[in-house]
């Protein structure tokens, strides 16, 4: 059993960093980097969003983390300091998925009211692109490929039946050198 020494909070949301000693953790609104053999909290970030953390990523580098809260907001912050780099702009969308590619190069949310994926500079927060099937009516899932050059989103092609469907988009840029596109 381990137990973390931040004062009892409900954990939210949690991430193996890839030094697979420590975990970034939420708990209500506050953001931390644990450490897994001790419980000591060694990084926090009290008030990291206005409202609870529901979704935390860590980029597979460990550069760099990302946060979506019920204050419809995601946040991309520094691993190291837990400063906030940038927040993406996701129209007021509540996001529900946030994944990294491979190389920590690009960031890819899912929101709930246009269930749209967007894919987003991770160095910067610029929108890349906005990807939306017309035949699907609700996506659930999505992931990159170990290469970053393909992305693969399941879902339904009717919210009545949910008919499952996979979709596949091949990224029109080389990851790691992306053009400034939406």
Known sequence: ????????????????????QTVALAWGADLGIVDICTGDVLREHKEAHYDNINILAVAPNGKQLATTSSDFSTRLWDAAT?????????????????????????VGTLAYCDEAVRLWRAADGQCLFRLCEPDMSWCISFCFTSDGCRLLAAGCFDRESCIPGLYEWRLPFIPGQQQQQQ
Request: hydrophobic share 35%; charged share 25%.
């Open 82 to 106: 837990l400063e906030c780099q940038t927040v993406l702009l996701c129209d007021r969308n509540r996001v529900h998925k946030i994944i990294y590619s491979a190389d920590s190069t690009m």
């Open 1 to 20: 059993r381990w137990e973390c020494k931040h004062n009892g909070r409900f954990v939210y949301a949690l991430d193996f960093m890839p030094d697979g």
